[in-house]
């Protein structure tokens, strides 16, 4: 991203600058081999390196517990949607769905489509997604394989700020809009997911984290390239991965190390969401957030304006500005500002300054 | 890739230095927008465009017939093992596979974990793949949902010039190292894969050429994500695609056009493996070709020196001068030098200098 445009692109997002800066720098010639690192084996040495460090830094930011495993796969979170079932249901039992929007959706009807799988809770009210269940309010079932949730909503701007635990039963979730940007507690989880293409990297990688005894229950009756456990086997390299996309992963993970970890992008994305969310609130109802303030996502915070007309001119001023992405998702309009890691703050603020200088001129 | 190197890899391979070259120079700013175009949406005119030009151009350089789709998916050819019969086989039927190394192997495996697949023909001749079999050869089932073939075998290095056609069963082939080097009759095909990292971009994209009518008979009762239809109707943007290995990938074929298109691939590729066959014939027995001449891959030369050190030694020498990728297969040992199109005619000339060269010293 260049350093005087600020992209609030839903996914794929923003990246860090530094972490570019590296892979163009070294795109043709990696290391002095002569070739790019996405033109070498992924079995040899120099991808090697990367490729460990990337699984290694991702542990270590995220203190990943022992008896997890950590995995780069391809398919992105849908892929997951698809293989979670496939391991989990392909042999019999059922699994629970919380439901707070398009993602989990989709993940219940691709589950579905293998074996039992229920809605267990909704954060719809009167048809709108606005807030997130409370575990209390939730259907649970005791025995099913796992509970699995979306922990942040990327279209309509809900995120779960405590996860709905399941009295013993895995938790399973869908963190790819909200990943590194605050620390997890790993103890309820059977499994997480996350595709890169917002806080992580570009879209061709999904990272993994599962408990070595929730992978191991994974069905063997089901092609190879579907079972997690045997990803897990590999390290990841049970096929050719998305090299390039693993090494660019590897290099933003290296700068949130450097920025300070998972705290610190939880610290600034606190201070990130508070600015927008103020902006909209002071703004004497000229936008407008739907989302109780409870559930407001510190990723995603998605408002309106008095108009879908003012929405676009808002959207077109912006972009004079070099703020950049900010169009709402089709099927809710109004403005979506995502605020993922590589969001600088000094960015927030001149989208705020915008916010304030729009609705003057316009209300 | 720097100009001064040669890479032999078999995959993740080396790419035209021009492709590369362009993506170093935009990386950070695509055409004036200030943000990469992995940092764009995968919805927006930006990256639309550069995904309807990939699909385009792929359409183009390979005479692709109406009735055929093209779509850019994840998971590579590995992941295609797994599409494939889930789409064909999961709701009845039976497949039948001609095996010639590795890849048919894991293919076969796969498809047996959801239906009916037999074995139909091998290129084994006592225990190695040293030749691929004649259609007559096969024994075909004529109510085959389809006859998968592997069409060059990057380990052992053998290459279908004919195609199995089998009597109006559908052909499926794997074609991820030999795609865009020659053309393709698609009369008798129902499916083309290939996985992009070695004639076509980087890994993590898998390219799928497939009739449309075979197509719809894939079943509905799996994951949406899996089901190839799904992604065809939707121009492969059901999901996140892997936005930057396309983009590569366009540039990759922006060049094969620039130069000439797939007949001039091919005529190159002739040439090129007509120069390293020949030097292993004009060694006087030093380097062995175990595969029997008519089944000579164009793609992947492989051979071996008198000893296994003498292998070593000569990737170690071979390196010096800058020619790299060229150790073999560890299941397979020897030198192969594989000859994608981004090899360029006097790298390999290179090579068979440096090949006279050490055979001369070490004969």
Same mark, same amino acid.
């Given at each position: 991203?260049?350093?005087?445009?600020?992209?609030?692109?839903?996914?794929?997002?923003?990246?860090?600058?530094?972490?570019?800066?590296?892979?163009?720098?070294?795109?043709?010639?990696?290391?002095?081999?002569?070739?790019?690192?996405?033109?070498?084996?992924?079995?040899?040495?120099?991808?090697?390196?990367?490729?460990?460090?990337?699984?290694?830094?991702?542990?270590?930011?995220?203190?990943?517990?022992?008896?997890?495993?950590?995995?780069?796969? $391809?398919?992105?979170?849908?892929?997951?949607?698809?293989?979670?079932?496939?391991? $989990?249901?392909?042999?019999?039992?059922?699994?629970?769905?919380?439901?707070?929007?398009?993602?989990?959706?989709?993940?219940?009807?691709?589950?579905?489509?293998?074996?039992?799988?229920?809605?267990?809770?909704?954060?719809?009210?009167?048809?709108?997604?606005?807030?997130?269940?409370?575990?209390?309010?939730?259907?649970?079932?005791?025995?099913?394989?796992?509970?699995?949730?979306?922990?942040?909503?990327?279209?309509?701007?809900?995120?779960?700020?405590?996860?709905?635990?399941?009295?013993?039963?895995?938790?399973?979730?869908?963190?790819?809009?909200?990943?590194?940007?605050?620390?997890?507690?790993?103890?309820?989880?059977?499994?997480?997911?996350?595709?890169?293409?917002?806080?992580?990297?570009?879209?061709?990688?999904?990272?993994?984290?599962?408990?070595?005894?929730?992978?191991?229950?994974?069905?063997?009756?089901?092609?190879?390239?579907?079972?997690?456990?045997?990803?897990?086997?590999?390290?990841?390299?049970?096929?050719?991965?998305?090299?390039?996309?693993?090494?660019?992963?590897?290099?933003?993970?290296?700068?949130?190390?450097?920025?300070?970890?998972?705290?610190?992008?939880?610290?600034?994305?606190?201070?990130?969401?508070?600015?927008?969310?103020?902006?909209?609130?002071?703004?004497?109802?000229?936008?407008?957030?739907?989302?109780?303030?409870?559930?407001?996502?510190?990723?995603?915070?998605?408002?309106?304006?008095?108009?879908?007309?003012?929405?676009?001119?808002?959207?077109?001023?912006?972009?004079?500005?070099?703020?950049?992405?900010?169009?709402?998702?089709?099927?809710?309009?109004?403005?979506?500002?995502?605020?993922?890691?590589?969001?600088?703050?000094?960015?927030?603020?001149?989208?705020?300054?915008?916010?304030?200088?729009?609705?003057?001129?316009?209300?």
């Amino acid at each position: 991203m260049r350093d005087d445009t600020v992209n609030f692109s839903a996914g794929p997002a923003g990246l860090p600058t530094p972490a570019l800066e590296r892979a163009r720098d070294e795109l043709l010639d990696y290391r002095g081999l002569g070739a790019s690192i996405m033109e070498l084996s992924h079995r040899g040495p120099e991808y090697g390196a990367v490729h460990e460090e990337a699984l290694g830094k991702m542990r270590v930011l995220l203190s990943v517990p022992d008896d997890f495993e950590v995995l780069f796969l $391809q398919g992105g979170a849908t892929g997951m949607f698809g293989m979670l079932p496939l391991n $989990q249901l392909h042999d019999g039992g059922s699994a629970d769905y919380v439901m707070t929007g398009v993602w989990s959706d989709k993940a219940l009807a691709a589950a579905q489509k293998v074996g039992q799988a229920r809605a267990v809770g909704s954060g719809a009210v009167d048809g709108a997604q606005v807030r997130v269940p409370g575990r209390d309010e939730l259907d649970l079932d005791p025995a099913a394989k796992y509970l699995h949730f979306t922990s942040n909503n990327t279209i309509v701007g809900t995120q779960f700020s405590n996860y709905p635990v399941g009295r013993g039963v895995p938790l399973v979730a869908d963190m790819s809009s909200d990943i590194l940007s605050r620390p997890i507690d790993f103890a309820d989880f059977g499994m997480i997911y996350a595709g890169a293409q917002k806080n992580l990297g570009p879209s061709g990688v999904v990272v993994v984290m599962a408990r070595r005894d929730f992978l191991a229950q994974g069905s063997k009756n089901i092609p190879t390239i579907f079972q997690l456990a045997a990803h897990a086997e590999k390290g990841s390299l049970l096929h050719t991965p998305p090299t390039f996309s693993i090494y660019l992963l590897r290099n933003v993970l290296d700068w949130v190390e450097a920025e300070g970890g998972v705290l610190e992008m939880e610290r600034r994305s606190r201070a990130k969401a508070e600015r927008v969310y103020g902006a909209v609130e002071a703004s004497d109802g000229f936008y407008r957030c739907r989302v109780e303030p409870a559930a407001r996502s510190r990723m995603n915070a998605v408002f309106h304006l008095p108009t879908p007309e003012l929405d676009t001119r808002f959207v077109a001023e912006a972009a004079e500005r070099r703020l950049i992405g900010l169009k709402g998702h089709r099927t809710v309009g109004g403005i979506r500002a995502s605020l993922y890691n590589a969001v600088r703050l000094e960015g927030v603020d001149r989208l705020v300054a915008f916010m304030a200088d729009f609705a003057q001129s316009h209300a």
